[in-house]
């Protein structure tokens, strides 16, 4: 069973916004770094963005950084990305992705996470 489930993805214009949620079936998310990833038709797998354990540290790929924010709710354990200014390049299978790694830092390493959801799937199109 796949520990990580993903939703929200959908279509949408260009220049509009979408948020993703993530939910983490298992015990011990507060100790799971906690990523974004991505892979547009007919390339590789790029990491998008990351959040701290406790939430207190985030990073961005360049290619994001200012439209998109990620967020986590350890009590529910779910991780969200919010989405603003949407491009047609943002186009993509969009992954959730786990590293447990208590009081670790962010990571855009993507052979270090442990755990991968089944994606949702992200188009921006006029």
């Known amino acids: 069973q796949v520990p990580l489930v993903e939703s929200g993805g959908g279509l949408a214009q260009p220049g509009g916004s979408l948020r993703l949620s993530c939910v983490f079936s298992r015990f011990g998310f507060g100790d799971y770094v906690m990523s974004w990833a991505r892979q547009a038709p007919g390339k590789g797998l790029e990491w998008v963005s990351g959040?701290?354990?406790?939430?207190?540290?985030?990073a961005y790929a360049d290619s994001v950084k200012g439209r998109f924010t990620i967020s986590r709710d350890n009590a529910r354990s779910m991780v969200y990305l919010r989405m603003d200014s949407l491009k047609p390049e943002d186009t993509g299978l969009y992954y959730c992705?786990?590293?447990?790694?208590?009081?670790?830092?962010?990571?855009?390493?993507?052979?270090?996470?442990?755990?991968w959801g089944h994606g949702t799937q992200v188009t921006v199109s006029s």
């Open positions: 992705a786990g590293n447990r790694a208590p009081a670790g830092r962010v990571t855009s390493i993507l052979r270090d996470y442990q755990h």
């Open positions: 959040i701290s354990s406790d939430g207190s540290e985030t």
